[in-house]
């Protein structure tokens, strides 16, 4: 990252903010560029890359001549930035409107949009100052993207770039490689939907993304136009819903709880010729579905204790899950370091993001003086170290004079930072499409969430949002995340009750690892979603310590009147963490394929080591270790166990046992 471009990128723009008349090349050249620039040609060179990297970011630089002279003469045009260009509007938010907001900017578990909507909420908080406001007791709802190809889908899109992939055909079967104009990405069904132009097919059409069998590519030399207008959401509300179907599954005698009470109609007679014969020590079931992949995943998970006899596809859709996990079981070892702390797909940076955050930290300091440097640093993500780099290079800009006042003044000798000359950056840049839509994204998936939906503040912002993004508000039309309101409303809605006056539940709950129903007392602590997934953090008194139990999973909850003890608190960290880690856990190594590679933040690895094929070697910790060849199973050759040795070849095994029932 070069210091001194981004430098010469803020002097610049400081240059050209403040002049009225504008300024000439030669002036520019002899401050600005003074000492930088060799011969002419190459300071006009270096010139015209600089206007076109302030104009990425919005910011136009006028050009202006002297009456009766044209342009193309140096020594008579001048060039300047009208003070309003690219700023942000003011914003103005009541007290419930930041707080619907503040829900909708921790929406995005992770992916490039949870950055962006941290980004798009800094410059609001810049703007003015961000009421004293407090979340909903205990509810911190959350989307979780379709794993690494989302990120990529999503920077082709805004970028206008076409991507190819290769796609199981849900109609065929069969793996097709496909090269897409990406107009959209939507959540519909359970499933996240790319949208976009076929260029094989020369149609519109929709994809699937957990049908697709390899990483992204973009495109990046070729550009292309979306239609006007096009909202993703009212396209992916044209999908037919899938017909409901019937499977027959055999299952192991006593085994598999959850599955058992799902099973439809009456049991089969013995003289019912119609229904296949189950084999001696298992049962057959008739199970309700609509996606053939979606029941495959759960039943491949089963491994030997389901059978999935009709229809054929699903027994076909099972059986390659399996086999694809088995092979990439059998597969050799790779080589690899663990790195000390879990590795992500981290882009370079540049002058320009450099100078993007800067752009952004001088209104927030003038907004928010006092702060401890370290706050500073952690509502930027960055380290104190960068921070303070950026903050040394802040103090050394300023207008081309260079005169002490000319500078931009930037304390922080006790380790709290103010600023007293701002130099018209004291208003934050307009929202990129990224920040549009991921704040506006979020603020339409909250729509039903109770608590939240009631009363106007969600509409009311929504609209405040939309007319200050401008033109990038309206390109969020391309994205569509799920809404995130419970199905169980009266489940949520008890836990709720429960969180807020503090008492103790009595909970019947189906555990499907553990293959158990169990009766506990909980004190409940939070709600929290993945997508319209709801499951609420509790201290077990069974067990002595923290749980999370999925409320569809729930199957009865009253208070017992008794009152939740004071001094339990939830775990650490915003969101809420799916598994919670005991001292007598097993540390796993994992492979994980590209495509499987976010598991790791699913299952929050403690070390990773990066594979030259995109995947990586993860360290996991597991409580039950019985459940590992169902994890293996259920992601179909995108996961597998490396160490403890004796995990793998139990996992091989089991899964060996597996297809041996489907005549593999």
Known sequence: MSASRTERLLNLLIALLNTRYGLRRSELRETVYRGIAGNEVSFGRMFERDKADLRKFGFEVETLTDLGWSEDDPATTRYRIGKESNRLPDVDLGPEEWTVLLLASQLWERAALGTAAQSALRKLQSSGAAANVQLPPGVQPRIKPAGQAFDDLVAAMHAKHPVTFTYLAGSTGSEEQRTVEPWGLGSRFGHWYLMGYDRARKAARHFRLSRFTSAVATLDREQFTPPRDFNIRQELGQLPELPLRTAVVDVRAGRLLALRHRAVGPDPSPEDESWPRPEPGYEGFRVQYRDPEVLAEELASYGPDALAVAPTELASAVRRRLQAAADFSDGPVPTFRFAAAPARPVRVRTSEDQLKRMLQLVPFLVHNQGLHIQDVAQRFGISRKELEDDLQILICSGLPEGYPDDLLDIQWENDHVYITQDLDLKKPVRFTVEEACALL????????????????????????????????????????????????????????????????????????????????????????????????????????????????????????????????????????????PNDDDTVVTVQLTRQGRGLADDYYAERTAELDDGGLVAEIRFGNIEWLPMFVAQHGGSARILAPADLADAARSWLAASLARYGG
């Open 441 to 580: 994204t979020g603020l339409e998936s909250l729509n039903g969430l109770p608590g939240v939906a009631e009363g106007g503040a969600l509409e009311s912002v929504t609209l405040k949002l939309l007319a200050a993004a401008g033109e990038e508000g309206l390109r969020a039309a391309s994205l569509a995340g799920p809404e995130v309101a419970p199905a169980d409303a009266a489940t949520h809605a008890t836990v709720l009750r429960a969180i807020e006056s503090r008492s103790q539940l009595r909970l019947t709950y189906l555990s499907p690892q553990r293959d158990t129903v169990s009766e506990r007392d909980v004190d409940p602590l939070r709600l929290y979603s993945v997508d319209n997934t709801w499951y609420f953090e509790a201290y077990c008194h069974a067990v002595e310590g923290l749980r999370n139990f999925r409320l569809d999973r729930v199957q009865d909850v009253h208070p017992n009147g008794m009152p939740a003890p004071a001094g339990t608190t939830p775990s650490k960290g915003v969101p809420a963490k799916l598994f919670t």
